[in-house]
């Protein structure tokens, strides 16, 4: 397939507002070791997580939202928006879609509002959303947000996916500016493979078990994944994909200051990071404290690097995530130098701005 054009020397989405946002319950390995048959040093070992941040009950991915989003607008310096992007798996309902609801409570009610469903790639697809709205002159201002609660949807007694996932939320906010300055985002590389949808999958919920005659099993209901064969594509996958993001940008592996992908398990991170020969120490990571949190670890992650000042204005940035579907995608920025971003990494306050 021919390699799309580059993005034109104009209208860019530029990046100027980041925040994350964890709801306050802290499970570590030693508490789920206590119910299930695992330890802190089959986790660690296998995974590199050390603790995760799970909602209560009752508290749903808008509620996480809107508490990213809200931080994000903060630090953007903004009180709103032409649209807000929510990724996500896990949303409130099948229907309606999340971000109406939490454009709503954020006061941004007439934005634009829609949900991306693409797993763990959901961040950077909708970043590549949210840069065609700009492109085209649809949005001056885009809010997005990547947020999950996989603890909704993990068997709590599955050890193998119980011990992985955790529920966060982070948001960017884009505007309008040019496709040379700081923050702006692309390159982009995206793509799928729909004959591995069997790997990650819900199987339950949605209009095939609706359609079909016999009711579903309550297991159906639960988060299913090949953990081994998603581990191989995970590495492959991203790791491709970085790889051709780099060539659409003309740019070389040493040119690449920090790579951020999707927080999946930290020996995939690793691995990613050795395969395109980069070394360790440009990898950033934040799994150890967060766990894979879906559409939400990229911003996270970003976020908890901008409050450890481990990415600085200036560095090339390259993101790159895979996830369910099978989905991929990459995409390359240079940091900018953000405002506001002093508390961007919250654990749990509800304050209002
Ligand atoms: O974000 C979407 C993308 N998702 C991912 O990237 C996840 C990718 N996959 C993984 O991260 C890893 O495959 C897992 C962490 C899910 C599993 O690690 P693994 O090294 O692939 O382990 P495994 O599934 O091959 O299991 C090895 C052994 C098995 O025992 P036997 O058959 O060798 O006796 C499992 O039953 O480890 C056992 N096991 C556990 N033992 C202790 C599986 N889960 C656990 C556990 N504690 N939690």
């Given at each position: 397939m021919p390699a799309p054009p580059a993005p034109p020397h104009g209208r860019a989405a530029v990046l100027?507002?980041?925040?994350?946002?964890?709801?306050?319950?802290?499970?570590t390995n030693e508490e789920l070791s206590q119910r299930l048959d695992t330890s802190d040093n089959w986790i660690r070992t296998r995974t590199g997580i050390g603790r995760r941040h799970f909602a209560e009950?009752?508290?749903?991915?808008?509620?996480?939202?809107?508490?990213?989003g809200r931080r994000a607008l903060r630090s953007a310096g903004v009180t709103d928006v032409d649209a807000v992007?929510?990724?996500?798996?896990?949303?409130?309902?099948?229907?309606?879609?999340?971000?109406?609801?939490?454009?709503?409570?954020?006061?941004?009610?007439?934005?634009?509002?829609?949900?991306?469903?693409?797993?763990?790639?959901?961040?950077?697809?909708?970043?590549?959303?949210?840069?065609?709205?700009?492109?085209?002159?649809?949005?001056?201002?885009?809010?997005?947000?990547?947020a999950d609660t996989y603890s909704t949807i993990v068997d709590p007694d599955?050890?193998?996916?119980?011990i992985i996932f955790g529920d966060g939320a982070g948001a960017v906010v884009l505007r309008a500016g040019h496709a040379g300055e700081p923050g702006a985002v692309g390159h982009f590389d995206l793509g799928s493979d729909g004959t591995g949808e069997e790997l990650i999958m819900v199987p339950a919920g949605g209009s095939r078990q609706r359609s079909a005659s016999h009711l579903a099993a309550a297991q159906d209901h639960y988060f299913a994944m090949r953990g081994k064969e998603v581990f191989r594509h995970a590495v492959t996958r991203m790791t491709a994909s970085a790889r051709a993001t780099l060539t659409?940008?003309?740019?070389?592996?040493?040119?690449?200051?920090?790579?951020?992908?999707?927080?999946?398990?930290?020996?995939?991170?690793?691995?990613?990071?050795?395969?395109?020969?980069?070394?360790?120490?440009r990898?950033?990571?934040?799994?150890?404290?967060?766990?894979?949190?879906?559409?939400?670890?990229?911003?996270?992650?970003?976020?908890?690097?901008?409050?450890?000042?481990?990415?600085?204005?200036g560095e090339h940035v390259l993101l790159t995530a895979f996830g369910g579907g099978l989905t991929w995608g990459s995409c390359l920025l240079t940091w900018p130098g953000l405002a506001g971003t002093d508390h961007p990494y919250d654990t749990g306050g509800t304050q209002q701005p």
């Open positions: 100027c507002g980041l925040a994350g946002w964890l709801p306050p319950r802290v499970v009950p009752g508290q749903a991915t808008s509620d996480l939202a809107v508490e990213a992007v929510v990724a996500t798996t896990t949303p409130d309902r099948s229907c309606p879609a999340t971000a109406p609801l939490v454009a709503d409570r954020l006061g941004l009610v007439g934005a634009a509002a829609f949900d991306i469903s693409a797993v763990c790639t959901g961040f950077v697809y909708g970043l590549a959303s949210a840069a065609g709205l700009i492109a085209a002159g649809v949005a001056e201002r885009v809010l997005l947000i990547g599955d050890r193998t996916n119980a659409l940008g003309d740019r070389k592996v040493e040119d690449i200051d920090r790579i951020v992908p999707h927080q999946a398990n930290l020996r995939i991170l690793r691995s990613v990071a050795e395969d395109l020969g980069l070394p360790p120490e990898l950033v990571t934040n799994v150890e404290s967060v766990g894979n949190t879906g559409a939400a670890s990229i911003p996270l992650a970003l976020a908890d690097a901008v409050a450890r000042h481990t990415i600085h204005a």
